[in-house]
């Protein structure tokens, strides 16, 4: 007797169901299909890559620059000197580059983005230092406000003492001094007028 889940496997000579094949079909991707899952993976990237160099040539078809001479003389050879750099530059985009001047022009490339470039640390410092030079112009200005407070606060305090001195003198009688009284009131009219 078979065990419990399994089927018994059909004895030879048996008759099996019209139109069933004894072979079931291989699984995707199996090596003894002859498509081995690296071979089906390789070839799934072999199509994407033609994909995108088809999307690649339709964005930018190649373009037949070609200038008349219909352009005025003293202009003529500027668009000619065009002409011949974007010839240049399109030969450089379809011919392969030695490594040396590859890097040779990454090199001077990253040289010339450095001069002009700032690295985001820089930026930072920069910035970290125009807050540190703005709260010290801040703190100074409040530290002057503060001085010229003090100094109006220090005036006024000493001379209201010097008016109360001169208003609190009494006579020996323990009577208010009218006479300094009324000089004090005279000098304040003509410190007013």
């Known amino acids: 007797m078979a065990p419990a889940g399994r089927r018994a496997a059909p004895q030879r ?14 699984p995707r991707g199996s ?16 199509w994407e890559y033609k994909k995108l160099l088809k999307r690649e040539r339709k964005a930018n078809p190649p373009k037949e620059v070609v200038y ?3 352009y005025p003389e003293h202009l003529k050879h500027l668009y000619l000197a065009e002409e011949e750099m974007l010839k240049q530059q399109c030969k450089a985009k379809s011919s392969p580059v030695f490594l040396e001047e ?16 700032k690295t985001s640390n820089q930026k930072a410092k920069e910035e970290y230092e125009k807050v540190k030079a703005e709260r010290a112009k801040k703190k100074e200005a409040a530290e002057k406000r503060k001085q010229e407070r003090e100094e109006a606060q220090r ?3 000493q ?7 001169i208003l609190k003198k009494r006579t020996k009688k323990g009577q208010p ?12 009219i003509q410190q007013k007028t």
């Open 13 to 26: 000579g048996a008759a099996e169901a019209p139109g069933r094949s004894r072979k079931r079909p291989l």
């Open 68 to 70: 008349t001479d219909t």
């Open 31 to 46: 090596a003894r299909g002859g498509q081995g899952l690296v071979s089906w993976r390789k070839q799934k990237i072999q």
């Open 155 to 157: 005036l006024y305090k």
């Open 177 to 188: 001094n009218l006479n300094l009284q009324m000089e004090f009131l005279l000098q304040k």
């Open 102 to 117: 590859k890097c040779n022009t990454a090199v001077k490339s990253a040289i010339n983005e450095r001069k002009h470039k």
């Open 159 to 165: 001379k209201k003492m010097e008016a109360y001195k």
